[in-house]
Nanobody, 122 residues
């Protein structure tokens, strides 16, 4: 199983970015997915979790209304649309997946992507 994240970059506050994560080696449609992030000197935190059925996603409060997760099972790809970016969103963003939704929700998914850096300047 491989998860390949991309789309990070350096942007100014208020800008938008879209992260992508392409999965291979698994039946993607059966997996819950999520985006996590880790800022320098801080613990990794969950950004958003989405079940295999794409039912209601769970966002952390600080990104609600600004970030949107989506998935395209036909392309084995998940996305994170990030709008109105703030300097505090600066972090390495990781995509993740697990057949068990609870594992993703608990921050312990089995499969992780390599991370993509997002830097937001003020």
């Amino acid at each position: 199983v491989q998860l390949q994240a991309s789309g990070g970059g350096l942007v100014q506050a208020g800008a938008s970015l879209r992260l992508s994560c392409e999965a291979s080696g698994l039946r993607f449609s059966n997996y819950a997915v999520g985006w996590f992030r880790q800022a320098p000197g801080k613990e990794r935190e969950s950004v958003v979790v989405l079940s295999s059925s794409s039912s209601r996603p769970f966002y952390r409060d600080s990104v609600k209304g600004r970030f949107t997760i989506s998935r395209d099972n036909a392309k084995n790809t998940m996305y994170l649309q990030m709008n109105s970016l703030k300097p505090e969103d600066t972090a390495v963003y990781y995509c993740a997946a697990d057949i068990i939704a609870g594992a993703v929700a608990a921050g312990r998914p089995r499969h992780w992507g390599q991370g993509t850096q997002v830097t937001v300047s003020s």
